[in-house]
């Protein structure tokens, strides 16, 4: 599968240097100022990279991404530019690789942290909860039951971890301590805008968004801007509204499929991760399709 011209598991670009291949993006640098990410059909699933890629995978996020960018320009600047891929790659045969899947974008400087909007009590947050009752240092109403709709959305933000190693969900105090206060207030309050936006807009097309993760970086003028990805089914929970329920993992168009999947094996969930199923990659690949296909159709 790895052999298939559309499947992209490490990308190979000779023209331009590798300066980082992460979960899913390989990044590359065009100049001073720019940057080429590549998103890859590589999946990890509890901060493991998993040896089988997802057919189309990369285009679903690239395609979700760039329509979410769009749409939430009014509100912060994002890290795309307007320059081609065809401006900065020369080879055809790249460019046929590439198209779909890469993205020039500004050379910014990341923030250390994940800025995760929650809106449902599940994944980490629920299992948070069941030992103290909060979610980084949030406190929530008593025998909250697991996917639960939040009295209002959370902002929880959470260390990025390197490959390999699982981010930590940490307090908004050390939030402020880590970037300054005035960064972190302006970080919450944009998350927390955009995800009430974004779902409003996914309720109308049948999808609940139960939490999400933003990226921000800095230019050089210290202006805030939106990188990384936005509202793709890699870096959100998708449920299908009306398969909903409180009390159980909901059915989702995102890797939470592949998640509790690897669930039911005996794996320790470090590297390496375990082959999987083509029943199950196929099923994943057709999950982040159908999740594409509602939010921008």
């Known amino acids: ?4 011209p559309k499947i992209i598991y490490h990308s190979n670009i000779k023209s331009l240097k590798l300066i980082n291949s992460g979960k899913v993006r390989d990044i590359y640098e065009v100049d001073d100022e720019h940057l080429l990410i590549v998103t890859s059909d590589r999946l990890s699933a509890f ?4 040896p089988d890629p997802i057919p189309g995978k990369g285009y679903v996020l690239t395609e979700v991404s760039n329509f979410w960018f769009e749409r939430f320009k ?16 020369n080879s055809e045969e790249e460019l046929k690789i590439l198209e779909g899947r ?3 974008v500004k050379k910014l400087k990341p923030l250390p942290i994940e800025a995760v909007v929650r809106g449902y009590l599940i994944g980490s947050g629920w299992e948070d909860y069941k030992k103290t009752g909060e979610i980084c240092g949030i406190s929530l109403s008593p025998e909250m039951k697991q996917a639960e ?20 969900n940490i307090s908004f105090n050390k939030t402020k301590k880590l970037i300054g206060e005035e960064l972190a207030k302006k970080i919450r309050d944009i998350s927390l805008k955009i995800y009430n936006e974004a779902a409003q807009f996914t309720k109308n097309k049948g999808i609940i968004i139960a939490d999400t993760k933003f990226e921000f970086g800095l230019d050089d003028s210290n202006e805030l801007i939106l990188i990384d990805e936005l509202l793709t089914p890699d870096s959100s929970r998708f449920w299908p509204a009306e398969s909903y329920k409180i009390g159980i993992s909901p059915p989702s168009f995102d890797k939470q499929y592949i998640r509790d999947y690897l669930e039911t094996l005996d794996w320790n969930k470090k590297s390496p991760g375990p082959k999987l199923p083509i029943n199950v990659i196929e099923k994943t690949a057709e999950k982040y399709e159908e999740a594409k296909n509602k939010i921008i159709n």
């Open 149 to 168: 709709k939040l009295s209002e959305p959370i902002f929880t933000p959470a260390t990025k971890a390197n490959v390999g190693d699982h981010d930590e």
């Open 74 to 89: 009014n509100i912060i600047p994002n890290h795309i530019t307007e320059t081609k891929i065809s401006d900065v790659i």
């Open 1 to 4: 599968m790895k052999n298939n």
């Open 47 to 50: 901060d493991v990279i998993l």
């Open 102 to 104: 890469a993205t020039v």
